[in-house]
């Protein structure tokens, strides 16, 4: 099969299909084989040609000896050199293939053409993000309550200007920071990880009261756990985050804390806000709990960040899940409750404000209820930390059956929030302070208690990419606070999460046996 690709003349051989031994798809109207669960195209060119794709391509070219599931990238500098060499006898290229990283190729949303034509390749993203920056704040209930709608378009004509010059990733980053731009956690860029390749780096982290701390690598970079990131590519983390936090949707710095878990370890964002610039060699510089530092070269996982999961990983707590707090366990259903009879407690564990396949979150309020009533319960504790939202109506039974148990008994309830209470659960979290005189502890919550939500999607025209608008005001309390704050405030530290120690749950329980 033969097809032009940015001007030159490239061949995909059935010998080349045979020997990889993958399953292939052909792209409609395209001449490439693809493989069936990757981004990555497989080329068969005549080396004669082989310096006019290299030095053409704006795509990230790869080149490889051996099988690809075993390659050995040749490196950057041969690959530089080969830019500008008229002859590749002495590099045997698997054979004679390049595999090409989807940047220009990838993308099945973009027509062909926008694919093998660098000036159709514009014209679609313009033409997307035209379409955002009109259809955007006509959609949205009120897209400029902190942006003007001048900064909204300098910013959209800003990235116009660049596109010629970026990768379909580096685009697509930067149409999430215009997006951004407007201040509402609830509108923002659906990110498509694996149709987009964005990949992870193996440090999988979290920002502490003490630092940003890898809780989660892979198997093979185990001694990585634990460690603290100072720096990436020589940027201190906190202007890593910084950088980022221009191109995440969020409404406070709780809610941007959380969605870094993602971010920080995104190998195509934090080469698009300029952090790294060689996305296989990052270096990462870290600290141990002795003060001992050491910077380590990492790549990005060979999987889009939605696939991470199926690799074999370790996290941090190491405990067993059965030795672990009740407060850290999971469960299979997301909404549960247990007793904790030793400090005459109901632990009740709310994380999705949706019903369940299997029961709706009627049903388990009034599960919940009849246990508390058969009980000589005197603290219930309603966890919401790992809840973002869903319907908050759902949860008015519980939250009356509460407020009524509260006043017949004069038992206290407690109500754990924190980074990644969001949406719905913000609002559930207002009502049972407001109505069932719940006292708060944890950290603020990720999503304000006034803002903008009851989200809607509509697709750019080419690049197929979903955005996501609020088109209704919530207001929940007269004053305009950045997140719901709690009553007691309590962050947790790397040690607490290292070794399984809820801090928040004890002070829950602490502070109800002190008042007894």
């Known amino acids: 099969v033969e097809q032009r690709v940015l001007g030159v003349q490239v061949k995909v051989s059935k010998r080349a299909r045979r020997y990889t031994r993958f399953t292939h798809h052909i792209l409609k109207h395209s001449g490439f084989w693809r493989h069936a669960t990757t981004t990555h195209w497989v080329l068969k060119v005549p080396e004669c040609i082989l310096p006019r794709v290299l030095a053409r391509s704006r795509a990230d070219v790869r080149l490889c000896t051996g099988h690809p599931h075993r390659a050995t990238p040749i490196p950057k500098k041969q690959v530089d050199t080969m830019k500008h060499a008229h002859a590749l006898g002495r590099f045997q290229v698997f054979p004679a293939a390049i595999t090409v990283q989807s940047a220009c190729f990838g993308q099945a949303a973009l027509s062909p053409s926008a694919a093998l034509n660098d000036q159709g390749r514009v014209s679609h993203w313009h033409e997307d993000i035209n379409s955002l920056v009109r259809e955007l704040p006509k959609r949205h209930k009120n897209a400029f309550f902190q942006t003007s709608q001048e900064q909204f378009e300098q910013s959209a004509a800003g990235l116009k200007a660049r596109v010629p010059e970026l990768t379909d990733a580096q685009i697509v980053i930067g149409i999430s920071g215009v997006v951004a731009l407007l201040g509402d956690g609830h509108t923002m860029v659906a990110l498509d990880y694996a149709r987009w390749n964005l990949r992870p780096y193996p440090v999988f982290s979290r920002v502490c009261s003490d630092g940003v701390f890898i809780l989660q690598t892979t198997a093979d ?6 460690l603290q990131i100072m720096a990436i590519d020589d940027v201190p983390v906190d202007q890593v985050i910084d950088r980022l936090s221009k191109v995440i949707s969020h409404d406070n710095e709780w809610a941007l804390k959380n969605a870094l878990v993602n971010w920080l370890c995104l190998a195509e964002a934090l080469n698009a806000v300029g952090v790294v610039s060689d996305m296989d060699h ?16 990492l790549a990005p996982l060979p999987v889009p960040l939605s696939k991470a999961g199926t690799l074999s990983m370790k996290s941090l707590p190491a405990t067993a899940p059965d030795q672990l707090p009740l407060s850290i366990q999971r469960r299979p259903a997301p909404n549960w409750f247990e007793a904790i009879p030793d400090s005459r407690a109901m632990y009740i564990r709310y994380d999705r ?60 309830i407690a109500v754990l929030i924190g980074r990644n209470t969001f949406s ?40 197929k990419i979903a955005i996501q608008y609020s088109t209704k005001f919530f207001k929940m309390q007269d004053e305009d606070t950045p997140g719901v704050m709690p009553d007691v405030r309590i962050d947790l530290t790397s040690a607490d999460i290292i070794n399984a120690h809820d801090t928040i749950m004890d002070a829950a329980l602490s502070h109800h046996a002190a008042s007894q």
């Open 221 to 226: 970079r185990a001694d990585l756990l634990g």
């Open 424 to 463: 719905s659960a913000v609002m559930n979290a207002v009502e049972l302070r407001r109505d069932a005189g719940a006292v708060l502890y944890g950290e603020p919550t990720g999503g304000k208690p006034n803002h903008y939500g009851e989200t809607k999607t509509f697709e750019l025209p080419n690049s």
């Open 282 to 297: 990052a270096r990462f510089r870290l600290r141990d709990a002795q003060g001992a530092e050491r910077v380590v070269e």
């Open 353 to 412: 404000c949706a019903d369940d396949k299997n029961r709706s979150v009627k049903d388990f309020s009034e599960e919940a209820l009849a246990a508390l009533q058969a009980s000589e319960i005197q603290t219930v504790v309603v966890d919401l930390r790992r809840n973002g939202g869903g319907n908050s109506a759902l949860l008015r039974p519980l939250i009356q059956g509460l407020a009524k148990w509260r006043t017949e008994t004069n038992e206290s």
